[in-house]
Nanobody, 122 residues
Framework: QVQVVESGGGLVQPGGSLRLSCAASGSIFAIYVMSWYRQAPGKQRELVARIDRGGTTNYLDSVKGRFTISRDNAKNTVYLQMNSLKPEDTAVYYC????????????????WGQGTQVTVSS
């Protein structure tokens, strides 16, 4: 069974930094894409950053230059370094993984974490 667990959220002042982590565990054959999404109250969930197995990254325009996504394939972990945080970054941040479990190596499935709250406020 696969589990995806995020950590690192919290309350930070505008201009501050936070680092989110997300670890996938269980019987995993391969992880292809790891991403961070966020959802603010009353808004749709949006893709913040994405990284594939080869390290290619994509970012939401509003976070370019402030957020950095990275991954450690040996630890099945993805990180989101968030700098120069703004109040509009306040949201629940979700980790998304596209992976194949060990017992079904030819099938890629999506797994989501439970979410971690990020609040940017003075």
């Amino acid at each position: 069974q696969v589990q995806v667990v995020e950590s690192g959220g919290g309350l930070v002042q505008p201009g501050g930094s936070l680092r989110l982590s997300c670890a996938a565990s269980g019987s995993i054959f391969a992880i292809y894409v790891m991403s961070w999404y966020r959802q603010a109250p009353g808004k749709q969930r949006e893709l913040v950053a994405r990284i594939d197995r080869g390290g290619t990254t994509n970012y939401l325009d509003s976070v370019k230059g402030r957020f950095t996504i990275s991954r450690d394939n040996a630890k099945n972990t993805v990180y989101l370094q968030m700098n120069s945080l703004k109040p509009e970054d306040t949201a629940v941040y979700y980790c998304y993984t596209d992976l194949a479990a060990a017992q079904e190596r030819n099938t890629r499935r999506a797994y989501w974490g439970q979410g971690t709250q990020v609040t940017v406020s003075s």
